[in-house]
Every structure is written in C-alpha cells, then in structure tokens.
C-alpha cells in the first residue's frame, strides 16, 4: 500500500500542484453570490485541478521550447520555497475567506459567518480534484491507445494529431449526447409524467371562464403543477377592489401545460382558443408570457402588474420545459423560443384583426431563461407595420440577443449593470433603484423595460471572463457587488458559473430573485397604468413587500 501511495504521489507533477494551489486559494476570493462551504469546496476543487493543468501545461511548454533548466540541487531548493510560499498563501486566504464571504452577504443583508469549515470544505475540494485528475488521465489513455493504433497506418505525429482529434470527439460525444442531452431529455420527460400526476391538492375550479373549468379547452390535470399554481393563486377582482377601495376585475389567466397537446403549435392555438374563450381581448391589456425553464411564473411579476390595472388585464402562458433555466441555458439555450414563437405568433395574429381602439395593449413578459426567449418570439419585420405596445424583461440570461446587443452598443460613461441606450425613447434599464425616470427622455409608442441586478450572475455570466475582465467589473461597480471582487484569470469565471448554479438562493431583490417592488416600477414604465398615483404606487410597493418577504412566501422555482 505504501508503495502504491508512492507511486501516485510521484505520477503527480509538482508545479502544477504548486499552480493548483495558488488557484485554490484564488478561489476563496468573493465572486458575486454568498457562498456555503459544500458550494466553496466543490468551486475550490475545480479551481485546483484547472492550476494543475496550467501547471503541466507550463511544464510541457518549457521542455518542448528546450529552455534550459536548473540543476538538480536548484530545482530542490525552489520546490520547496515555493511549496512553503503556496502553503502559506493558501492559509492565509482561508483565513480571510469568511471576510470576504461577508462582503458579499452584508451587501444583501444577510448576517456575517464566522468561518467557512476550513476542513470540510478542503475535503470537498480534494475529492472532486482528484476526480477531474482522474478523467484527464483518462482522456489521455484513450488519446495515448487511439495515436498507437493509427501510428500502424499513418506516420506518428499524424497519428496524433488525428489521436488528439478521435479523443476529443469521443470525450465531447459522450459529455454531449449522453450527459446533456440523453439523460436531460430523459429526464424532462419523466418530469413530465410525474408532474401531471402529482396531486398538489389544487381543486379543479367550478368557475367557467377558468382555465381547466366546466367548459374549458384544457383539462385541469394536464396544466400540470406550475400551470395550476399558477391559475390558482392569482388575485381575485375582490382583493384588488379593496386595495384600492375601488371596484375591480378578476385578471384573466391562462396557462397550457406541456402534457395539454403534443406539439408547440398545438398548445399555442389552445392558447389562444382559451384565450378567446375566457375573455382575454376583452380587457384592456394583455400579456404574452413565456416562463422559465421549470414553467414557473414568477407571481411577483404578474400580480403586480395585475394590481396596477385593477384586474383589467389577461395573460397567457405556454409550458416548455422541466429543466432550471441555468442547466437549459447551459446545455440547451433556444429551448423555449420555438413555444415563445408560436404563442406570440397566435395572439398576434388574432390580435391584429381586432379594431385598434377597443382591443387591449399588448405586452410582453418573461424572466431568466423566459426573457431571452420573449425576446426572440417577436421579430421586427413581422411587427413593424403594428406593434405591440411595450415588454420587461426581468433578469435577462447572458445570451440574451437583444440584451446583448442594447449594452455593447451603450452611451458611453454608462455602467455594463445599468446601460443608458440612445435617448431612452424605446429602451431603458432598472435595478433596485428606479432608473427609470431620464432626464429629457421621453417613452415612445413602443416601451421595453429590462429590470437586472448587478449581483445577478445569471444576467452578468461571461465565458470571456476565463481570459479577460468583463466590464460589468470596473469602476463605479453596481450598489450589490462587493468591492473586494477581483477579476482572476480562469478563476473568475469558475466562479461565476457556480454563482449562476446557485443564484435563486439569494435573498429577494438581490442576486437573481427580483422583488415585486421593482417590478412595479418596470410595469408603471411600460403599461403607463390609469388612475394609479404616486401614493397608489407607494402604497402597493409596502403591500407586496411584507408579502413577499413573509415566512409563508414560497422560494423561487425558477
């Protein structure tokens, strides 16, 4: 055994633990979300086993340039300086990395750490780094049999070149088609059959203009349990009327399952049969929504908007998906924008053939994943003649096109967090702080709204950040990032990518969990709602605050 133990401690290169060191250290610095001690050691192990490959590459790269080395006795000497100097690094910011946790969670009004479990969380770290070693030996083995064979047919640095190529394929072939898309799918469809026969205790409503009711399009069971919750739990005309001491509406909600037909086309025309059923384009605005991956629909952002018109307003809603939108962004990122498509493309079709001063406003919403695919599911040339009247996009993802295309092309002196796009007469961005009113800008006839944290790491992911720093880092930084966030080469976006994995886990308003007070200043933006007054405003905003924020208040779903 010791012998064993021998030997595998000398297959592993010193400097590239030397350099996997210095990356696990650099790993405890702060990135944008507070992170636990199981999430810090499995970032940590990455992070060790990506200095370990830089170290060997290093190494590689020195020999194959012939660059002369050290004697003997010198390269002892410098191993062990430097093995002391790493060491020492590494304690040194495990020491700190409780403080620069709390960077992070003072921002967002969480309370301080005293420690990050030095020694669990090296343990995590160890673990998985020494199964990411295993998997890269292992690429080699397979490079290593695939040059050997084809060296019996075509000349040796030939064969591997085409080794290094098969094994790649191979490697990228199984991560591809099996991990993501085989077992994904798989399980998006047992999520499937499981959701439409969890009884969630929801009652199938006696109400006709209802959604799943006696008389509708849609069976109740087959809306499955986000599109349930989500017809369910709406305000009713009877709340909103005594908010405001006025009479109201009950808001027209509609939601179609992915087990209500088979096809993205089908359900989008049972969409809009519902739709036109339950009495949608009666009312005077109406909201296309596209969920997030999971289906859910973030009730912040509809009741509020719902509150805001006394219930004179529909919306509907097309299921996609199971999948969390970071793993569908990740893996599959047009998901959702052949559904946002098709439900946009029914309504506004149907839409257009009413008489422009009786029909409703149209709108737009989506958050996270439903965001980026709202945003494809109208395009220019198909609306121009007629457009829509307006959209809030909340958490935009990273890949979002228009998003994307609206910061490159800012006003200079604007922040990557909180662009200013030309006059601000079509689009405008917000926060936490409304950063809605510019001055001398005046809205057009069409208004869109993106509503983004600068703690978001699901807006503010970047794979360009493994080389270069991303300009949401640079100074004045958004009111949610710490200062103590330093952009690290590789580093930084492990960092983010994890961040991304665990972003609905931030408090309300920060990270990417947006709070329906600033909701409610996107949608006064965009729906220019009637009779509703600064105190109105005011009011609503402490109303949806004590809600959201109380113990009965379910987690986000996205």
């Known amino acids: 055994m ?38 810090q050691g499995a970032l940590s192990g990455f992070c060790a086993a990506l200095g370990y490959g830089v170290g060997v590459a290093a190494v590689w790269l020195w020999r194959y340039l012939e660059i002369p080395v050290p004697s003997a006795r010198g390269q002892k000497a410098a191993k062990w300086i430097a093995v002391i100097l ?9 020491w700190k990395a409780a403080e620069w946790q709390n960077t992070v969670r003072s921002l967002m009004g969480l309370g301080p750490v005293e420690s990050v479990e030095p020694i669990e969380l090296a343990a995590i770290a160890l673990g998985i780094f020494l199964v990411v070693i295993l998997l890269a030996r292992l690429f080699k083995r397979t490079f290593r049999l695939f040059s050997h064979w084809l060296n019996r047919l075509v000349p040796r640095r030939v064969s591997k070149v085409i080794g290094g190529v098969l094994a790649v394929v191979l490697f990228w ?33 006696s109400d006709p203009t209802k959604p799943g009711g006696p008389g509708s399009v849609l069976d109740w069971q087959d809306l499955g ?10 305000p009713t005309g009877a709340q909103i009327g005594s908010f405001f001491n006025a009479k109201a509406l009950d808001p027209v909600r509609v939601y179609v399952g992915l087990n209500s037909a088979e096809t993205v086309d089908e359900r989008a025309r049972l969409a809009l049969e519902e739709l036109k059923r339950d009495g949608g384009f009666e009312r005077a605005a109406l909201i296309v929504i596209v969920p997030t991956g999971t289906g859910w629909v973030d009730p912040e952002g509809i009741d509020t908007v719902e509150y805001l018109h ?41 839409w257009t053939t009413l008489p422009r001063d009786s029909r409703p406003k149209l709108y737009l919403y989506g958050l996270s994943l439903g965001a980026m695919n709202s945003e494809l599911s109208a395009h220019l040339y198909d609306i121009i003649g007629d457009p829509f ?4 996009w909340s958490g935009p993802p990273f890949q979002s096109t228009i998003w994307n295309s609206v910061t490159a092309s800012r006003n200079p002196g604007s922040p990557a967090w909180l662009p200013r796009f030309r006059d601000g007469s079509i689009i405008r961005f917000t926060n936490q702080n409304n950063a809605l009113d510019i001055p001398g800008a005046v809205w057009g006839p069409l208004r869109i709204v993106y509503l983004q944290y600068a703690s978001d790491p699901v807006t503010f992911f970047d794979f360009h950040a493994l080389y270069r720093e991303p300009d949401w880092m640079k ?73 959201s924020r109380s113990a009965d208040n379910p987690p986000p779903s996205d």
Not at 389 to 392: E, K, T
Request: aromatic share 12%; charged share 15%; glycine share 10%.
């Open 475 to 547: 100074t004045p930084r958004g009111p949610d990032v710490s200062p103590s966030l330093r952009w690290i080469p590789g580093v930084t976006m492990l960092q983010l990518l994890f961040d991304m994995a665990i972003a609905t886990t931030s408090p309300m308003g920060y990270g990417h969990v947006y709070a329906p007070e600033h909701y409610i200043d996107g949608w006064v933006a965009v729906t220019a709602p009637q009779n509703i007054g600064p105190e109105d405003v005011s009011r609503l905003k402490a109303f949806f605050f004590e809600r």
């Open 2 to 39: 010791k012998a064993y133990i021998s030997v595998l401690a000398k297959s592993f290169s010193a400097i590239g633990l030397l350099v996997g060191i210095l990356f696990f250290a650099a790993s405890l610095t702060p990135s944008l979300m507070p992170r636990s001690f199981l999430v």
């Open 173 to 205: 072939s199984v991560a591809q088609g099996v991990l993501f898309k085989v077992v994904l799918r798989m399980v998006d469809t047992s999520f499937r059959e499981l959701d439409a026969r969890i009884d969630d205790g929801s009652v199938r409503p």
């Open 86 to 94: 790493c060491i020492g690094t590494a304690g040194v910011f495990l």
């Open 310 to 350: 006394h219930g004179d307003i529909a919306s509907v809603a097309v299921q996609y998906s199971y999948l969390s939108s970071w793993l569908s962004l990740l893996v599959e990122p047009g998901y959702g924008a052949e559904a946002g498509q098709a439900l946009f493309r029914e309504v506004y079709r149907h």
């Open 389 to 392: 009247q307006g959209a809030l």
């Open 225 to 234: 349990r986000q599109g349930r919750a989500f017809i369910a739990s709406g």
